[in-house]
Nanobody
Framework: QVQLVESGGGLAQAGGSVRLSCSAS????????MGWFRQAPGKEREFVAA????????YYPDSVKGRFTISRDNAKNTVYLQMNSLKAEDTAVYFC???????????????????WGQGTQVTVSS
């Protein structure tokens, strides 16, 4: 019954912007930290961003820091990823994921997350 559905992916030019959304249902949304991961062909799944249950803390790897912003609207059960200054290396399938705040685990580790969306493709052309 728990479902995470990403939307907003597509084609973009290098230097452009894309905004991804992830709509959650079937869970108490505010009881979950949320994260975004991406996976490019032939590469391992990579941590992109995470946000704590009430939005008070955010986390980013150096590869996206200053370009990407994660946010959430608990009233809408939705988490967002605003991606600016896109680069060709941002091309990947992007996944959102939910982690129970009661669960011990690193925000950047896929194994810390309980639920995953189906993914949405983002392609950046140079």
């Amino acid at each position: 019954q728990v479902q995470l559905v990403e939307s907003g992916g597509g084609l973009a030019q290098a230097g452009g912007s894309v905004r991804l959304s992830c709509s959650a249902s079937g869970l108490a949304f505010s009881n979950y930290d949320m994260g975004w991961f991406r996976q490019a062909p032939g590469k391992e799944r990579e941590f992109v961003a995470a946000i704590s249950r009430f939005g008070g803390n955010t986390y980013y790897p150096d590869s996206v820091k200053g370009r990407f912003t994660i946010s959430r609207d608990n009233a809408k059960n939705t988490v967002y990823l605003q991606m600016n200054s896109l680069k060709a290396e941002d091309t990947a399938v992007y996944f959102c994921a939910a982690k129970s705040f009661k669960r011990i685990g690193a925000f950047g580790s896929p194994s810390s997350y309980d639920y995953w969306g189906q993914g949405t493709q983002v392609t950046v052309s140079s």
